[in-house]
């Protein structure tokens, strides 16, 4: 299983950012995939989920209307685009495989990306 991120990086309070996780040695249409986010001193929390069809999506309280998750099963991409980013965003964003296809738990996620940072900072 990898699951190889991209995307991510400073911008303005305001500004917008999408991330990329391309996934590989698995039927990446089977799986929920989710992006979770920590900052430091924090621990990691969900930010968003979604189910291997699409039809189910869990987004934390605090980004909803802001980010969205989107998959790309031909492509075996999942993706973040995050608008509206506030300095409370800034964290290291990390891709994850579900080990079903529609429990979007935060338990039922591993097979971690290497993480990708996120700053926003005027």
């Known amino acids: 299983v990898q699951v190889v991120q991209s995307g991510g990086g400073w911008v303005q309070p305001g500004g917008s950012l999408r991330l990329s996780c391309a996934a590989a040695?698995?039927?990446?249409?089977?799986?929920?995939m989710a992006w979770f986010r920590q900052a430091p001193g924090k621990d990691r929390e969900l930010a968003a989920a979604?189910?291997?069809?699409?039809?189910?999506?869990y987004y934390l309280d605090s980004v909803k209307g802001r980010f969205t998750i989107v998959r790309e099963n031909p492509k075996s991409t999942v993706y973040l685009q995050m608008h509206d980013l506030k300095p409370e965003d800034t964290a290291t964003y990390y891709c994850?495989?579900?080990?079903?296809?529609?429990?979007?738990?935060?338990?039922?996620?591993?097979?971690w990306g290497q993480g990708t940072q996120v700053t926003v900072s005027p």
């Open positions: 979604i189910s291997w069809s699409g039809a189910i999506i």
């Open positions: 040695g698995f039927t990446f249409s089977n799986y929920a």
């Open positions: 994850a495989k579900g080990k079903s296809g529609n429990n979007l738990a935060p338990g039922n996620f591993g097979s």
